[in-house]
């Protein structure tokens, strides 16, 4: 029997899936994330589908496609959707991201999304846990095959949005660029004010010309440790 729990008071149920937990990552992403002339969307790696569900419950115009390598996480992503009455909203994909041109026509969305793995091959141990591995590292994707997809699924105009880590920010953008999604508004995250930034949201346009906005620095905790207004406004606390 499946666990679900409402994500705030009234909010939507959802069920984390073992090798997929809520993170802190994907909640920001999808509170960056600007859905206002979005139709369809698709979720780049969607593990248990929480970034779509929270898209959805912003957006009643939206419908959104996961794509989402491993079978389980992408079956629970269905039950996610389907236990909050947004299967006809919602399509879930089993497949993998390196063959999106079999999957989806070329331009198929107004919004793209994606909180990919972080740490290149080689840059720590890898987790015998293949869903961990698959999270975690570049085993099974790498940020030039998410940006790579993101090119072709994305309609001219449209936007593209992930997080990642500021030591990667620069190769991030230049990947970007380098595939015709321009770089267009940028926030950081610290947990503190006193930090530094430890996460990085990007916002980038397919064909958008040069130029990108600094949104102002997105504080997690106030000095005494407790949440800021701004996440108790995201965690709808």
């Known amino acids: 029997m499946r666990d679900f ?45 929480a970034i779509g569900l929270l898209l959805l419950s912003r957006s009643p115009r939206l419908h959104m496609t996961g794509l989402e390598l491993l079978p389980q996480a992408a079956a629970l992503a269905e039950e996610n959707m389907a236990v909050n009455g947004l299967s006809a909203r919602s399509r879930i994909v089993t497949g993998d991201i390196r063959q999106h041109r079999q999957l989806f026509p070329s331009g198929s969305f107004d919004l793209v999304v994606a909180n990919p793995p972080y740490f290149p091959l080689g840059s720590g141990a890898v987790s015998p846990d293949e869903g961990r591995a698959a999270a975690r590292g570049e085993v099974s994707c790498t940020l030039e095959d998410v940006c790579t997809a ?18 990667r920010l620069s190769e991030v953008l230049c990947c970007m660029s380098r595939h015709g999604l321009e770089p267009k508004r940028l926030r950081l995250v610290c947990h503190r004010a006193e930090l530094a930034p430890n996460l990085v949201l990007i916002e980038g346009r397919r064909g958008g010309k040069p130029g990108m906005k600094i949104d102002p620095l997105l504080v997690l905790r106030n000095a005494d440790g407790s949440e800021t207004d701004e996440v108790k406004r995201i965690y709808h606390r």
Request: aromatic content about 10%; glycine content about 12%.
């Open 150 to 167: 993101a090119a072709f699924l994305c309609r001219t105009g449209g936007s593209f949005a992930l997080v990642h880590k500021p030591e």
């Open 5 to 49: 729990e409402p994500l705030w008071p009234g909010g939507p149920l959802f069920c984390q899936a073992e090798h997929f937990r809520l993170s802190t990552d994907c909640v920001l992403l999808a509170d960056f994330v600007n859905t206002s002339s979005a139709a369809r969307g698709i979720d780049l790696g969607c593990a248990s589908g």
